[in-house]
């Protein structure tokens, strides 16, 4: 099993920056690639940004160039970086690990980031 638990949410002004960050904990062995989802009111939850094992990043076309997805293997931490914040960046971030043996999804609790004046 893999736990999960992020950290470093808050309120933050338009066009402020904000730092969120994923420990993993258990068998870290087991996990392949990772994300950051986020989910708002009333709405699905979507895909912010993912890191493979070797580096590789994707991003959702909404926050390209403003946020950066970064993983620090030795520490089991993944950071999300995110830069020029919009109101509409306002969601429950989560972090999501694959588990590469069986392909399970695991999840954090979540983190609250609410981007307002």
């Known amino acids: 099993q893999v736990q999960l638990v992020e950290s470093g949410g808050g309120l933050v002004q338009p066009g402020g920056s904000l730092r969120v960050s994923c420990a993993a904990s258990?068998?870290?062995?087991?996990?392949?690639?990772m994300g950051w989802y986020r989910q708002a009111p009333g709405k699905q939850r979507e895909l912010v940004a993912g890191?493979?094992?070797?580096?590789?990043?994707n991003y959702a076309d909404s926050v390209k160039g403003r946020f950066t997805i970064s993983r620090h293997n030795a520490l089991n931490t993944m950071f999300l970086q995110m830069n020029s914040l919009k109101p509409e960046d306002t969601a429950v971030y989560y972090c999501?690990?694959?588990?590469?043996?069986?392909?399970?999804?695991?999840w954090g609790q979540g983190t609250q980031v609410t981007v307002s004046s």
């Open positions: 890191i493979i094992s070797g580096g590789n990043t």
């Open positions: 258990g068998s870290i062995f087991r996990i392949g690639a």
């Open positions: 999501n690990a694959k588990d590469v043996l069986n392909g399970q999804d695991y």
